[in-house]
T-cell receptor, first 111, second 114 residues
Framework: QKEVEQDPGPLSVPEGAIVSLNCTYS??????FMWYRQYSRKGPELLMY????GNKEDGRFTAQVDKSSKYISLFIRDSQPSDSATYLC???????????FGAGTRLFVKA | GAVVSQHPSRVICKSGTSVKIECRSL??????MFWYRQFPKQSLMLMAT?????????EQGVEKDKFLINHASLTLSTLTVTSAHPEDSSFYIC??????????FGPGTRLTVL
């Protein structure tokens, strides 16, 4: 079993839709939860970061962490074609050196 | 956010030659740098972790003699692919960390070995 599971998609939605991206994990020691966005042929960029459980909102993006279920989500409201990219979840333990990445979900937002 | 650059962005070489890729943190000191490899439509595969002034720690299955990593300063790490072969063709991405949770990624280098 992989430490982090993420459906690779692709996920195709119409412009304006609410997008839900998810990851599950097995290591209960993970405390830092990140979402990265990667455009084609570019390096990933940090989109959202959450420490431990809870929600975090930034504009059209909301990150949720449910540690009891070992489940994290990223919601994108009013999705735009410019949101089309691969979204990678990532996790790290406190004091841990290594960040564990999910496989990435490819998202296509159609105009 | 912090900026990480990579050079070159794209390189094409003949089989058997060596290729060096540079990763620089432009506006912060990177105590740790990471090198990843990414195949088309796949996620990042960590190759090695390097701390300034120390030998790199390689992930299982990554050949140390094939992929030479040098982290000579707090702003520069290099990855040398020695005696490159077509199967080494890939997208190589570095990231840098100043000690916190966040990694800042470079734009990647696309290597094509003919």
């Amino acid at each position: 079993q992989k430490e982090v599971e993420q459906d690779p998609g692709p996920l195709s939605v119409p412009e304006g839709a609410i997008v839900s991206l998810n990851c599950t994990y097995s290591n209960s020691a993970f405390q830092y939860f990140m979402w990265y966005r990667q455009y084609s042929r570019k390096g990933p960029e940090l989109l959202m970061y959450t420490y431990s459980s809870g929600n975090k909102e930034d504009g059209r993006f909301t990150a949720q962490v449910d540690k009891s279920s070992k489940y994290i989500s990223l919601f994108i409201r009013d999705s735009q074609p410019s949101d089309s990219a691969t979204y990678l979840c990532a996790m790290r333990t406190t004091g841990g050196f290594k960040t564990i990445f999910g496989a990435g979900t490819r998202l296509f937002v159609k105009a | 956010g912090a900026v990480v650059s990579q050079h070159p962005s794209r390189v094409i070489c003949k089989s058997g030659t060596s290729v060096k890729i540079e990763c620089r943190s432009l506006d912060f000191q990177a105590t740790t740098m990471f090198w990843y490899r990414q195949f088309p439509k796949q996620s990042l595969m960590l190759m090695a972790t390097s701390n300034e002034g120390s030998k790199a720690t390689y992930e299982q299955g990554v050949e140390k003699d094939k992929f030479l990593i040098n982290h000579a300063s707090l702003t520069l790490s290099t990855l040398t692919v020695t005696s490159a072969h077509p199967e080494d063709s890939s997208f190589y991405i570095c990231s840098a960390s100043g000690g916190g949770y966040e990694q800042f990624f470079g734009p990647g280098t696309r290597l094509t070995v003919l």
